[in-house]
């Protein structure tokens, strides 16, 4: 699993910092995939969640919707990267009890007690597609019986050669864009 790409130390924290502003400058339908995630658990939970798994939670804003949505909920949110963690953190610094952070990522999670909604976004495609199927078995094992998970991501092809021109393009992409951290 990759756990910050291609970026390190002060470029991580910074994207941490200010990824409520980038995300929405490289995906540009960044806010109605959340709404429509937000929207697709009220509908489609057969019963108010009570707790939820937000895997790849970053700086927490799905987090922070799914809490307005279900104010009767524990939310945990999960993330590889200790930047994104300490954001999300500092974002619910005044929801103690309520929404509980921690690094951690779908390959090595193990919880105790079930949740009634799992949710990830933009976080699964970072795994190969061998890790992905492991991954999606600890989610089903995470998930309580009449339990919900919706995933909102790409994944790229499993051909290593693509993956490669993708990443080119992408981080091309970046660049053309000024959305380069290092170049801030």
């Not at 697709?40 to 799914?66: D, M, Q, T």
């Not at 930047?83 to 919880?111: C, H, T, W, Y």
């Not at 061998?130 to 339990?147: C, F, N, P, Q």
Request: charged fraction near 25%; glycine fraction near 6%.
């Amino acid at each position: 699993m990759v756990k910050g790409g291609a970026f390190t130390g002060d470029d991580l924290e910074f994207i941490a910092k200010q990824y409520h502003t980038l995300i929405r400058r490289v995906v540009e339908p960044y806010e109605s995939a959340l709404n429509v995630i937000v929207n697709l658990a009220s509908f489609a939970c057969k019963e108010r969640p009570r707790a939820v798994l937000n895997i790849g939670v970053g700086s927490g804003e799905l987090a922070a919707k799914l809490l307005k949505r279900f104010p009767e909920a524990a939310i945990t949110g999960i993330d590889p990267v200790e930047e994104f963690v300490k954001v999300a953190r500092q974002r619910f610094i005044l929801e103690s009890g309520k929404v509980e952070i921690s690094v951690g990522d779908p390959l090595s999670m193990n919880f105790s007690s079930p949740f009634d909604l799992v949710v990830a976004m933009l976080s699964l495609h970072r795994l190969s597609a061998e890790e992905r199927g492991t991954a999606l078995r600890k989610i089903y094992d995470a998930l309580s019986a009449g339990g919900l998970f919706i995933n909102c991501d790409f994944c790229p092809p499993d051909d290593a050669d693509a993956q490669n021109l993708y990443k080119r393009m992408w981080f091309k992409y970046l660049e053309l864009n000024n959305l380069n951290p290092r170049r801030r």
